[in-house]
């Protein structure tokens, strides 16, 4: 397997696990009160908004063509560690 198939499966493997956490979240959400229910939605957003980013990093490296994805691997890289704090940061205000 390539690096670019291995950090795609990488990715796909992550953003299904955030997909999993949203659900979760959106059930608690579901399920709060008035208060809590704006706040919590305010957070839901947050994570969408942060999953929706990281889908678009990974939907632009599966169109990568294998020359340009060396060179945006290190790109990438740091645009995902920054969308996966941001992501882990609104789910843990969540919980």
Do not use: P, T
Request: charged fraction near 45%; charge should be negative.
């Amino acid at each position: 397997m390539s690096d670019k198939n291995a950090y795609i499966e990488k990715a796909k493997a992550k953003l299904d696990e955030w997909n999993a956490e949203i659900e979760k979240m959106k059930a608690k959400v579901d399920a709060a009160e008035a208060d809590a229910k704006i706040e919590a939605q305010k957070q839901l957003d947050e994570a969408r908004k942060q999953r929706d980013e990281a889908e678009a990093k990974l939907k632009e490296m599966r169109e990568a063509s294998d020359d340009a994805w060396e060179d945006m691997k290190a790109g990438f890289d740091k645009a995902w560690d920054s969308i996966s704090g941001a992501f882990e940061s609104a789910m843990s205000r969540f919980r």
